[in-house]
């Protein structure tokens, strides 16, 4: 894997001003343009990618947005799945899915696993007719964080987005 630090020694310059000019962020000290081209240039010659658990260690963020979904088979679903993703594309982030497999004991597994994670925000995409508040907090997920998706909240509030057969 490429770090940073391997740039930094065939440009002849710093760690820091490598990670500057990667970051594109304003700073008070001045970097060359011709530095800056040479930098990227070699980025991009050796195949730098940035570390983005790094970079969530720093910021705080992991740009990850899981959603749990209750039946992969379900074409409803898939559907919502395909908006959900192309959504969370653009934003920048990358979406983790998981699959209830139309089980609630799996369900809990699911949001075990992504709060492993510390996602920046869970999807839970249908299910059985409510999910609790206990259920997420025993599985380490901040309610605030969590939209439900064709599925009800008992007993909290929590965002959610549902569809009314009836209107």
Excluded: H
């Excluded at 990227?40 to 720093?58: E, K, T, W």
């Excluded at 509030?157 to 009314?164: L, P, R």
């Amino acid at each position: 894997m490429v770090t940073m630090k391997d740039i930094a020694e065939k440009a002849g310059v710093s760690a820091a001003t490598v990670s500057r000019i990667l970051s594109n962020k304003a700073t008070s000290i001045p970097i060359s343009a011709g530095t800056r081209e040479k930098v990227l240039a070699i980025a991009r010659d050796i195949g730098y990618r940035p570390n983005v658990f790094a970079q969530s260690l720093r910021t705080r963020k992991s740009f990850l947005v899981g959603v749990v979904l209750w039946d992969l088979t379900d074409p409803f679903f898939s559907e919502i799945l395909r908006g959900i993703e192309q959504v969370v594309d653009q934003s920048g982030y990358t979406l983790l899915l998981t699959t209830a497999e139309a089980r609630k004991d799996r369900e809990g597994m699911c949001l075990e696993k992504l709060s492993t994670f510390r996602t920046d925000g869970i999807l839970i995409v249908g299910g059985p007719k409510s999910t609790s508040a206990a259920d997420l907090e025993r599985f380490g997920v901040d309610r605030r964080t969590v939209v439900l998706v064709d599925t009800r909240a008992e007993g909290m509030e929590v965002s959610s987005i549902t569809v009314d057969n009836v209107e």
